[in-house]
């Protein structure tokens, strides 16, 4: 049973950065894809980013330009990059990783932007 665990959530301002990490309990590697999701007040959990095995990236529209993932194998380790902020991104960000039907999930870490 994989383990994820989140971290580096925090209040920030408009416009700042923030860069969240999520170490598993063991290899990724046999992960093809992981991902971070989000889930903002009153929303449904939506798919921020995502990396395959082979570093192929996909990107909501929303963060775009702005949020950059990336994955090190070799210390199991998913990080997501934020930069320029904005209110709207304010959400719990879970850390997610697929292994054929199964998915495994983070507890999740908050991510606050606001003035």
């Known amino acids: 049973q994989t383990r994820l665990v989140e971290s580096g959530g925090g209040s920030v301002q408009p416009g700042e950065s923030l860069r969240l990490s999520c170490v598993a309990s063991?290899?990724?590697?046999?992960?093809?894809?992981m991902a971070w999701y989000r889930q903002g007040p009153g929303k449904q959990r939506e798919l921020v980013a995502s990396?395959?095995?082979?570093?192929?990236?996909t990107y909501a529209d929303s963060v775009k330009g702005r949020f950059t993932i990336s994955r090190d194998n070799a210390k199991n380790t998913l990080s997501l990059e934020m930069n320029s902020l904005k209110p709207e991104d304010t959400a719990v960000y879970y850390c997610?990783?697929?292994?054929?039907?199964?998915?495994?999930w983070g507890q999740g870490t908050q991510v606050t932007v606001s003035s």
């Open positions: 997610n990783a697929k292994d054929g039907w199964i998915n495994y």
């Open positions: 990396i395959t095995r082979g570093s192929t990236t």
């Open positions: 063991g290899s990724i590697f046999r992960f093809n894809t």
